[in-house]
């Protein structure tokens, strides 16, 4: 006879004791390819497979590091093919990371409004609002990197069915029909009005790579730049932070979820775990256009350019209170950053080895590694800081 105790299918378990997350669930219904792992080196040529329900190919990348709040899909599309129209019900930021093509966007029974994307234009699709994307080359396919919080959003909402073509969502008008009627042009520079943060407020950013409106980030490390990207009504951000030829950045830590994809340059990235001997196993990470990884949940990490241009990286942030790190504001640059004085030596020995590989010289001054106290602006940042200060 059977009993109230007996163990019953994981279909019956409810879902707050299901083990595997309502995401993981739901990614696997899709049979596409899933990759698991600390990082991809190149998503421009990562396998794909087709994904029958969006008429395109595609892949789940679940990197480690973003710990079931961020999600990271790489959609392909055919070479002159437009998708079906798809409306999806929270904010999608989107990273081209091959070809050309056309976006359009529009509310139900309202006017339709298209902008055009190349390698490495960033845009957001804002949640609710009805979307159609065309690989506008006949010869070969366009390549996008999708970055949102669906993993988050099904675990408070488990019904798959309420974030895809829901008929009953509506968007803010607001976002392409209100005042703001240049919705998808270049994006303009904001500050913040009680904090010292600066930031560039749009939807579209046409090309990653040649965007030169950063400000000095002394703090970060030697010749460091950066710039937050924010997008009306969303709570992801983005960041662009920039390396001098020959230098590299502070360690650092901070909460899970953000992706770093690289537009551009040559050089690596190490992270290791938070407690006691993690730094014996450092995990190496090579980089250049197209690469993609995330810092685990409070992992040390640290990037290096090690090429012979400046090199940036791209940041896609989860909203402040699930990152905390972004939430403590003086505090920031004291115990969540390694300072060069501090660091483990393995670090300039690493870096100088990686240069010496490639035939470049460091300009990490021999002062940083002595004098907490060394004066950054010896060091110039790179890009057009003048419009930000
Ligand atoms: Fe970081």
Known sequence: METALAPQPRSAVPDYWNLVPRYSRWSEDQKIPIYKTYYVEDLRTLELGP?????????????????????????EIPPGATLPPFKFGIDDLVYV???????????????????EWTARS???????YTVQIS???????????HYNYLPTAMSIFPDPMYFFNNKSTQPDMSLLYGQESEFYSTAKFAQHEERWASFWLGNFFPDMMAWDKFRPME???VGASSVSMLFPSC???????????GTYKKGHQHGPGVVVVIP????????????????????YIPWHEGSIFVPPNMWWHQHFNVGATPARYLTLHPARNISWFEGRGEERNTD???EYVDEDPWIRQKFEEELTKRGVKSLMPEEAYTNRAYEWSKVAPVGDIEHVK
Request: charge should be neutral.
């Open 51 to 75: 994904w029958e329900d969006r008429e395109c190919n595609a892949a789940f990348v679940v990197l480690t590091g973003q710990e079931g709040v961020t999600e990271s899909l790489v959609t």
């Open 97 to 115: 990371l091959d070809g050309r093509g056309i976006t359009t966007i529009w509310a139900e029974g309202q006017e339709k409004k298209s902008f």
């Open 122 to 128: 960033m845009f957001m699709l804002p949640r609710n």
């Open 135 to 145: 690989n506008t080359q006949g010869s070969r396919p366009a390549r996008l990197l």
């Open 219 to 221: 703090g970060r490390g």
């Open 235 to 245: 709570s992801i951000r983005a960041g662009l932070p920039t390396m001098a030829v």
């Open 264 to 283: 551009g340059g040559d050089g690596f990235s190490v992270m290791w775990r938070p407690d006691p001997g993690g730094e014996k196993e450092k995990i």
């Open 336 to 338: 969540s950053q390694i």
